[in-house]
Structure formats: structure tokens, C-alpha cells
């Protein structure tokens, strides 16, 4: 089963009410915006996993709205829908690693599919390879404060039946 | 920097193997060239392959099949199944079920080849990274142990 939160952003809004009944057929939750600053807003407060915006809006291209999206929240992964004639700006902007992919109009259900599928499977190993750093770095500060009181103890030798080494000092 | 990724392509079709070869190379790509299945299979083993590309109709085995194999045998490559326009259902569905991660429409254009690779294998360099630092936590645990067990 499918799941995480799409965001959709089109100023005009049979668009944004097509992807929203293609999406909720393959089980994500979707919120839908016809104006990109109402979804920068909403990005505050809602936990997005991908973002799908149209390039060609008033007031704020959907590149535009895009770069400041990632600027906020830099592992939400980016789509942006385009006509034939923005593919360079779209081509452009995923060579420079800021857009995950485009989906040309009139876009494919298929492909959306697939192209979503990928861009969950994405963010969810962004996600947990942030997580398993953090970790990481816990477990090795934890380690060093250890070491700090009681020099030695991350490193017991052993020999080859497993017993401990003891060594000493002098 | 790490070496070129190298492609894997296997179609029954020679022309296809060889433009879509030549068309790799040209974007930097080492290629593998493979008629059938089984020679593809084989090579695979001997070499270090970043992603497979195989055709989905072929005589001896499908691609989805063959796809399959290559995922239990080479689980780090990433999968991209080529087909007609009229597969795109059984692609769209294997896809679903991770059978492959990607599909290539025949006849292609070098552009759309290009942003899809890209995409595929900078998501296989993140699963990459994400077994690598498994491991790590893994060892790190481990030696913790080692160390306080007495």
C-alpha cells in the first residue's frame, strides 16, 4: 500500500483536482494550492513528502516556488508539471540537482505513477539516512565521553578463544 | 571521484543493443553488450554493473523475468525495463511490484535516456549510502559490545 503526503500546486484548479483524484486512487494524501504563497505558508505546517508544482503560474514561477521550498525543507523531493516549451528550464534545473524530475501536460497516469512510486522510495531512504547518521554521530560521541572518563575501554583486545587481554600500564 | 557507471544493456535485437550502446557511451557510461539472457547473467557476475537495461519481449526469457534475477543476484543495480508503447500497462505493473525500477519507451531520445539515468542512479547512490551506514551502525554497535561485555 502507498502512502505519504503530495502537495499540489496549480493556479488553475481542475488541474490540481485531476492529480488529487489520480493520486488518492493510489492511497497518498494530497493538499492541493492554487496559489504558490499559500503553499510555502502551508509547507510550515504540514509534513510534505513530495511537492508536484506547474511551472507557469502569476506571481511566482513553479521553479521559483520550487528553490524556495528546497531552501526550507531541502529533502522534500521536487516535480515539476510543464508544457513542451519550458522542458529546458526543467531539464536545466534537475541537471543543477534542484528538481527530482518534470512531468510534461498532459501528463501520463502511468507515469505519474511510476514517477511517485520512485519519489517516495527516495525520500524515504533521505529520511532514514538522516536519521542513521544522527545515530551514528550519537552513538560515537557517547563512545567518546566514555573513553574520556575510562581511557581504553572502546578498545579491549581479546585473544582467539574471545577472552579479554589485560595489559599492564607499565 | 568514482569511476563511470557502468550499463548493462541485453535485448535480442543487435541494432538495439548497438545504438543504445553508442548512445550510452557518448554520455559517459562503460557499456556491456548482451544478446541473451544467460550470457547476461554470467557477465553480470564478473563485473561491478550500476544498472541493467533489458528489453521486456525476448525468445528465451522475458525481461521481467530476467529483471528478477538480476535483482537476487546483483541487488545493487538499479533495473530499467525497455519496451513498445504498447507495453506500458506491464511495465507500469512490474514496476509496482519492484520488479524493476524504471521503463525505457522504444524508440528512445538521447535526452529523455540521459535525465533518466540521472535520476535512477543518483536514487541507487542514496540506497547505496543507506547500506553503507547500516553496516556502520551495525559495526559501531558490535564493537560497543565487545567492548563492555566482561
Known sequence: MTEGTI???????????????????????????????????????????VIISDQRMPGMTGMEFLIQARKLYPNVIRILLTGHSDMEVAITAINEGKLYRFLTKPWDDRELKITLLNAMKLRKVIVENKKLVEQIQEQQSYIQSLEAKYPGISKVKRDKTGAIILEDSD | MKKRPTVLILDDDELVIQSLGKALQNLGYGVILCLNPREALDRIENSEVDLVVSDLRMPAMNGIEFLEKIQAKCPNAARVLMIGPEDREIAAAAISREAADWFLGKPWEEEVIRLTLLMILRLQRIVCENRELQSRLREQEAGQENAFIT
Open chain 1, 7 to 49: 502537495m499540489l500546486v496549480d493556479d488553475e484548479e481542475y488541474v490540481v483536482n485531476a492529480l488529487k483524484r489520480s493520486l488518492r486512487r493510489e492511497g497518498y494524501n494530497t493538499i492541493g494550492f492554487t496559489d504558490a504563497r499559500q503553499a510555502l505558508e502551508a509547507l510550515q505546517t504540514e509534513d510534505v513528502d
